[in-house]
């Protein structure tokens, strides 16, 4: 998770996630073309607000292009319908499963670009304080999520030590899933130490439910406005 300084990432981080599921929630509702391909220009719109230029912006969306194609494919080629377009062994492709697979593939789209929206212009720590101040989640369990959160660059980093350990000892796999073991039981053995000296070192400094913050997020009449225009937007959508 990430920030920069544009208009997007100024808005309290729950109030901003707050508007973003309701727009999911209104998609996994319908299944007219016409609304799906709104949301996913609203995504679109959102995701230019946050900082990103068009070329930034599609080589971003470059990875996710493969799952949406292979997204189309299984539900094109494995679907149901009666208008057949193409038919050989177990692939049959209809009228129906192909629109039914767009849609499908629509919808991951507007998935992905508002999940990236919100990672994006986000700062973890300040999710954090703002779960904890407006969603009044325990701080045992949000700072929990934020130390989970700055581990993970750390399990990327010794994947890939072992992965090169593996390659210069000239290791190889002698049975299906001995990679994954052999990486995954040392990772995980690590990560339950590393756990439990986070978790003596917040215990030697009293952390406690009971604290002080130095920041505490607010909810600004920007967000109600904003929370107020996804709505209104999602209502006008839906009444059209």
């Known amino acids: 998770m ?3 300084a544009s208009l997007f990432a100024k808005l309290n981080p729950v109030i901003k996630g707050s ?5 999911m929630f209104a998609l996994i509702a319908t299944t007219d073309w016409d609304k799906t391909l709104v949301f996913l220009g609203l995504a679109i719109g959102l995701l230019l607000l946050s900082g990103w230029g068009p070329i930034d912006f599609l080589k971003r969306l470059a990875p996710y292009s493969l799952l949406f194609v292979l997204t189309f494919w299984m539900m094109a080629a494995f679907g149901k319908g009666t208008d057949t377009i193409w038919s050989f062994g177990w692939f049959h492709v209809t009228t129906e499963s192909i629109m039914h697979g767009w849609l499908l593939a629509l919808r991951m789209a507007t998935f992905v670009c508002l ?3 919100f990672v994006t212009t986000t700062d973890a720590t300040r999710f954090v304080m703002s779960l904890i101040h407006q969603t ?3 701080p045992r369990f949000a700072y929990g999520f934020l130390a989970g959160i700055r581990f993970l660059p750390q399990l990327i980093e010794e994947v890939r030590v072992l992965r090169q350990v593996r390659m210069i000892r000239n290791v190889h796999s002698r049975f299906p899933g001995d990679a994954f073991l052999s990486i995954g039981l040392p990772l995980f053995t690590r990560s339950i130490q590393r756990a439990e000296r986070m978790a003596i070192a917040m215990e030697a400094r009293h952390f406690s439910a009971e604290r002080t913050y130095y920041e505490i997020p607010e909810v600004s009449r920007r967000d109600i406005m904003y929370l107020l225009a996804i709505v209104s937007f ?4 839906f009444l059209l």
């Not at 508007?19 to 727009?23: D, P, V």
């Open 115 to 117: 999940s990236l929206a």
């Open 234 to 237: 999602i209502c006008l959508i």
């Open 19 to 23: 508007g973003l599921f309701l727009i």
């Open 2 to 4: 990430q920030t920069n």
């Open 136 to 138: 009044k989640l325990s």
